[in-house]
């Protein structure tokens, strides 16, 4: 196992809810590297299922930004990675800010990423809507996320696109 291989082995246990597995791989157990090859194979079927509904997903867009709520269509775990590799793809123009959420229990994760190198700061754009509510986010200018609670779902979203409207009358 190459040390790309052995990454991937990794984070798709993680992601899939089963970090024992991965510890077990990362110790040399034999069924613990069966059963990390198995739940890879799911989480690439969960990467695939997830773009899948994206594309098919009634999104909020705006100019420069796509908001997605997967609700529970997608593992929150995922949600970051989904966000990703749909902000890389080429129907989002350079500059566009692309939003994922999704359940987790009582809360929802939101993954927010910047299609190409220039644009605006996502990080202090969620900040902005984020931080009044209490929350906390984390991240860089072109990744960043954060938990929200459920009973701030409709207003996030609404403040959200306030602030994403906001900033394009400001440049």
């Known amino acids: ?10 984070n798709s246990c993680s992601r899939m809810d089963s970090p024992e597995t991965a510890l077990g791989l990362c110790l040399g157990n034999r069924s613990s590297k069966e059963e990390a090859e198995k739940i890879y194979i799911q989480y690439k079927q969960h990467l695939i299922a997830a773009l899948k509904y994206v594309n098919e997903a009634e999104k909020i867009s705006g100019k420069q930004y796509t908001i997605f709520n997967a609700k529970d269509n997608i ?8 966000t990703s ?3 890389h793809s080429p129907v989002y123009e350079e500059g566009t800010i692309v939003i994922g959420l999704a359940y987790n229990q009582d809360k929802i994760k939101v993954s927010a990423r910047l299609a190409g190198k220039t644009g605006r700061n996502v990080r202090e754009v969620l900040n902005r809507v984020v931080v ?8 860089h200018p072109n990744a960043a ?4 609670s459920k009973e701030h779902e409709v207003l996030f979203i609404e403040e959200l696109k306030k602030q994403l409207e906001l900033e394009l009358v400001k440049i």
């Open 132 to 139: 009044p509510l209490g929350g906390e986010v984390g991240g």
């Open 1 to 10: 196992v190459d040390a790309r291989e052995l990454s991937a082995l990794i």
């Open 75 to 82: 593992k929150d775990t995922i949600i970051g990675t989904v």
């Open 145 to 148: 996320g954060c938990l929200i």
């Open 85 to 87: 590799i749909i902000s």
